[in-house]
């Protein structure tokens, strides 16, 4: 009976309209939150597995496409007001965030990140007339890039490396008053959760943080006991370390966005095994070393040498991977066995990223994150494709940016997919 009774209720309701009144049709006529209740009851009792739908449970509510449950949601995981205010002003400014990412990029490919030799925390004006110019130029010309690189170098020719640094520098300050404005107005008209304000103010915290990190790490390279192999460069130690702040300050405004704009309160969908959820936050670590492990490329510029693939000169490992002491700085500052690292991390990306797909694809998700997950094997054989180019072209600007541009990419759709099933039930 109890089967029979699930079986009327999974019906369309034009269909049992239709059928002959039964008991379970005479004495269930009510609405649709209890017949959510009663169909898992029936479903227990049948011993079938939890199964979850999306169009009822008991105690829920409608908000657009979106469900929610009181059941399960915490108060800090309710809808607040004005949320998709909220999340639009989140993912804008991670998008912002995307943008400087690029354009330090672009600054550090274009050697145009020691151009500014001083440092001012509000920001200022660039030069506006040639006196203002020539006064820049020689502070640029009293370190060691433009004596052992631009001894040539005219002011015209320093302009085309200053501006690019000048408005990353900008950028940052411009993404801290597009944070803060709202972030004030949300907080003050009581519109935000104490949970979601604490997470927001330490995201804001890290962003200002983060620029002294910026500046600690050109520092190293207005230094000339920091020079690689007699060449000006930043410390990559210091490079890796603001990238990955950045990366960090990104993804933790991304999912933010995500948590605004759909709470972690349970979906009513089949029930996934953890191991997916586990799985996909390995991959999306494994992804996160292997964009660190290209930061010490970039610092040790390793992407000019075994411009080929897959063998760096006569076999697949380089000859001179242990070739400096200690032999833990191999790891970090020959150029041989960086490149061969980060070949080493990104292949193992790739197909670790393949074989998650063909063993997460199994399962039933929502169509949200059916869709981030056909993005993440998809970006990363993008990705692959983008950094074997950019090393047989010996990395040219446009090439560096946009393989950088895919490595933040691949992680969006892991932490989008990580969060689309975070609100699947597991088993």
């Known amino acids: ?100 990412i690029m354009l ?37 010309k009293q370190h060691p890039e433009f004596e052992i ?42 519109f935000l959760t104490a949970s979601l304000r604490n997470k927001l103010i330490v995201l804001f915290t890290l962003g200002g ?8 790490m050109v520092k190293s390279g207005l230094k000339e006991e920091l ?12 490079l890796t370390f603001h990238l990955s702040s950045a990366f960090v300050i990104y993804l933790g405004l991304l999912w933010t966005g995500f948590s605004v704009l759909r709470p972690a309160s349970k979906l009513l969908v089949p029930a996934i ?19 660190m492990s290209g930061a010490f490329v970039a610092g040790n510029d390793a992407g000019l040498v075994y411009n080929e693939f897959p063998y760096m000169g006569d076999g697949l490992v380089p000859e001179g991977y242990w070739d400096l002491e200690p032999e833990y700085k191999n790891f970090f500052e020959n150029k ?10 990104a292949i193992t990306t790739l197909f670790s990223t393949i074989g998650f797909y063909v063993y997460a694809r199994r399962f039933a998700y929502p169509k949200n994150a059916k869709i981030a997950l056909n993005h993440v094997v998809g970006m990363s054989v993008i990705q692959a494709l983008l950094g074997i180019t950019t090393l047989l072209h010996f990395v040219p600007t446009h090439l560096g940016v946009a393989h950088q541009a895919g490595a933040l990419s691949y992680l969006s759709f892991v932490a989008w997919f990580l969060h689309a099933i975070k609100r699947i039930p597991t088993k």
């Open 273 to 291: 095994p953890k191991m997916v959820g586990r799985s996909a936050l390995g991959i999306g670590i494994m992804a996160f070393m292997t964009s």
């Open 227 to 238: 020079l690689v192999d007699d060449h000006p460069r930043v410390s990559p130690y210091r």
């Open 336 to 345: 041989e066995a960086v490149q061969f690292n980060h070949r080493l991390l």
């Open 104 to 140: 330090g990029a672009y600054t550090r490919l274009t050697e145009s990140g020691l151009s500014m030799t001083t440092w001012k925390p509000q920001g200022s004006l660039p030069p506006l007339n040639q006196q203002e110019w020539e006064e820049e130029f020689e502070k640029y």
């Open 149 to 190: 690189l631009n001894t040539d170098m005219d002011v015209e020719g320093f302009k085309k490396i200053f501006y690019p640094e000048y408005f990353h520098r900008m950028l940052g300050r411009t993404i801290g008053l597009v944070f803060a404005v709202p972030f004030a107005y949300f907080a003050g008209r009581g």
């Open 209 to 216: 943080i983060q620029g002294g990190v910026g500046w600690w």
């Open 1 to 100: 009976q109890n089967k029979h009774m699930l079986s009327v209720l999974r019906r369309p309701k034009t269909l049992r309209r239709s059928l002959k009144p039964t008991y379970a049709t005479q004495t269930l006529r009510v609405d649709i939150k209890t017949i959510g209740r009663v169909v898992h009851l029936l479903e227990a009792s049948c011993g079938s597995r939890q199964y979850y739908d999306s169009n009822r449970h008991s105690r829920g509510s409608y908000r657009g496409s979106r469900f929610y449950s009181q059941d399960n949601a915490k108060a800090d995981d309710q809808p607040m007001p004005h949320y998709k205010s909220i999340a639009t002003w989140l993912f804008g400014t991670s998008a912002l965030v995307f943008a400087m």
